[in-house]
């Protein structure tokens, strides 16, 4: 098992561009979500995933986008990026809710100018 | 409203001594709590979980932590620290009424064990 894999590693956007984060996990996990880390500030919720075709906004939902078509996959999307977007991003998954450990990939660190 | 903290930004400890990294919570039901460990510039690997049962949590790396009702705690410990075991700690919290899956990390701690 891959795991949960994220790509790209690094990326440098300009204001105003999009791009999107991938994520893939390959444990057929149903629950799957995006948290961002930034210092001192531990890591915050985007959004989730309960399974394929459902996804709800955690935490910190503005500016960013998701969906998830299949069980593996679940990228997230900045639509338009800002200065504030600069995080480190990682995605995690488990099989179910309730006492599950969820899984994080190995992030990818955003940088906005 | 939930939330967890972590009173000490960073923790030293002579290699071979014991260790301690706090953790308190806050939730308005019954919790899950986990620890997790960020090494540097990689992701959070997951060290060991309290669901229910024995409030005595053993989990990877020699590292147990102590879950404690009335004091709303649950602090990672190992008892001999090993300079590998440098590294950031985050504790998390779900309630178990929860139906979003959301963690809610503590801010860290950084573990310097120096030689």
């Known amino acids: 098992n891959a795991g949960v894999t994220q790509t790209p590693k690094f990326q440098v956007l300009k204001t105003g561009q999009s791009m999107t984060l991938q994520c893939a996990q390959d444990?057929?996990?149903?629950?799957m979500s995006w948290y961002r880390q930034d210092p001192g500030m531990g890591l915050r919720l985007i959004h989730y995933s309960v399974g394929a075709g459902i996804t709800d906004q955690g935490e910190v939902p503005n500016g960013y986008n998701v969906s998830r078509s299949t069980t593996e996959d679940f990228p997230l999307r900045l639509l338009s990026a800002a200065p504030s977007q600069t995080s480190v991003y990682f995605c995690?998954?488990?099989?179910?809710?309730?006492?599950?450990?969820?899984?994080f990939g190995p992030g990818t660190r955003l940088t906005v100018l | 409203a939930q939330s967890v903290a972590q009173p000490e930004d960073q923790v030293n400890v002579a290699e071979g001594n014991p260790l301690t990294v706090k953790c308190t919570y806050s939730v308005s039901g019954n919790p899950y709590l986990f620890w997790y460990v960020q090494y540097p510039n990689r992701g959070l690997q997951f060290l060991l979980k309290y669901i229910t049962g024995d409030n005595l949590v053993k989990g990877s790396y020699g590292f147990e932590a102590e879950f404690n009702k009335s004091q709303t705690s649950f602090h990672l410990k190992k008892p001999s620290a090993l300079v590998s075991d440098s590294a950031l700690y985050f504790c998390?919290?779900?309630?178990?009424?929860?139906?979003?899956?959301?963690?809610?990390f503590g801010q860290g701690t950084t573990l310097q064990v120096k030689p």
């Open positions: 444990m057929n996990h149903e629950y």
């Open positions: 995690a998954s488990s099989y179910r809710l309730a006492g599950d450990t969820q899984y």
């Open positions: 998390a919290v779900r309630e178990i009424s929860s139906n979003t899956g959301k963690l809610i």
